[in-house]
């Protein structure tokens, strides 16, 4: 009998254990800084990408996606990953061309290397082995504990403002401009006198005429600077970051605890984030543009080809320096060329020229026919002699 009662008594301890509410396990927090203010459009990729994950993983993962200055200064989240100082960031990879130069080529390069679109420079990452060599640059090259996912799809950039017109080489010559990147080097190859600094220094120096040009990204992000307010002349398109990619990077540990499902969760998040913002952001930039225009007063005009193809010219220069210099630049870039030998001229072929459809329902209007030259004076009647 007591056996029986002892089974009993036991049965009913599992019965009310097991009836117990189940302690739900706590969301995991990452805190990740980004390299801009929160006033900017990049900004909301951010939050786009910190939204989905909470979203996709029901609350077990969430981002604290804090902007620039937060924790670091915008140009030292890397190293604050690293050291896991924060736990990611949210940037740019051609901010570490200080460290290695390959650093530009995983932001889709200069000229969009090769001729690449943004879709060709995704190819290369995901179907010709860039990812690999992206992930090998931080942990082998640079000897840093990060991991780097693209997210940020922040192009075709513009050429940039000025404070007067650019005609020529010539006029573009001796200018003082703020630029970043390698893009720096280049436009220094080129004759321009180049300033680095952050986005948000841009403004104040321009009205304090420390500069006389600069360069941030185009359209609705320098509308939210306020460069109309400085300066009327406006050109696009540049080369120099027409297929621009930001980054997501995450502490290697950090990575490594994270269950396999939170990591492809994250990986899924960034990959939509990438086309989602882009679409969203390619519709501001269009209302931008009709809002500098028509409101402002700025002259939007096209930057003129001779620059275009001194700018890839130069750039052709500098990276057949630095491949010489450098094996692991050469690798990349040499990654980056064979695929985009396989890609860009096929789809050169196969697609419709832009122009195409868009002169066919929006044809460009003519220039304003220049006025009609004054009629060229009589010659005067000989002299009477």
């Not at 082998?140 to 192009?155: E, F, H, S, T």
């Not at 930039?285 to 003129?304: D, F, G, R, S, Y």
Request: aromatic residues 12%; charged residues 20%; glycine residues 8%.
């Amino acid at each position: 009998m007591r056996r029986h009662v002892s089974l009993i008594l036991a049965l009913a301890v599992v019965l009310a254990a097991g009836s117990q509410p189940t302690t739900a396990q706590a969301p995991i927090t990452l805190k990740m800084q980004a390299s801009w203010p929160a006033a900017l459009t990049l900004y909301d990729n951010f939050k786009l990408f910190a939204e989905r994950v909470e979203k996709i993983s029901g609350g077990r993962l969430k981002i604290e996606a804090m902007p620039a200055g937060t924790i670091v200064p915008a140009f030292e989240v890397l190293d604050a990953t690293n050291k896991k100082v924060l736990d990611g960031a949210h940037t740019w990879a051609a901010y570490w061309v200080g460290k290695h130069k390959a650093a530009v080529l995983f932001t889709g390069g200069p000229g969009g290397t090769f001729g690449m679109d943004f879709i060709d420079a995704l190819g290369w990452m995901y179907e010709g082995g860039g990812i690999e060599l992206y992930q090998q640059f931080y942990k082998d090259v640079l000897k840093l504990n990060v991991v780097p996912i693209p997210i940020l799809p922040a192009g075709p950039q513009a050429f940039g403002w000025f404070k007067r017109p650019i005609k020529n080489l010539a006029d573009f010559k001796g200018m003082k401009c703020r630029e970043t990147g390698i893009a720096a080097e280049v436009f220094t190859e080129m004759g321009m006198r180049v300033v680095n600094m952050p986005g948000g220094e841009i403004i104040p120096s321009a009205e304090r005429g420390v500069i006389d040009c600069a360069e941030w990204v185009g359209g609705v992000e320098d509308l939210k600077l306020g460069f109309q307010n400085v300066w009327k002349y406006y050109y696009t398109p540049g080369m120099h970051e027409n297929v621009t990619i930001g980054e997501l990077i995450i502490n290697g540990d950090v990575w490594a605890k994270l269950a396999p499902d939170l990591q492809e969760i994250i990986k899924a998040a960034a990959h939509e984030t990438f086309f989602r913002w882009w679409a969203r952001w390619q519709k501001q930039n269009a209302e931008a543009l009709k809002e500098l225009q028509e409101k402002h007063k700025v002259q939007i005009l096209k930057t003129p080809d001779e620059i275009l193809y001194a700018f890839l010219k130069a750039w052709d220069k500098i990276a057949a320096r630095e491949a010489e210099k450098d094996p692991f630049f050469k690798k990349v870039l040499e990654s980056q060329r064979a695929y985009a030998r396989l890609v860009v001229p096929a789809k050169r072929f196969a697609f419709p020229n832009y122009d195409f459809a868009a002169n066919y329902y929006w044809p460009v209007k003519p220039a304003a026919a220049a006025a009609p030259a004054a009629p060229a004076a009589k010659p005067a009647a000989p002299a009477k002699k």
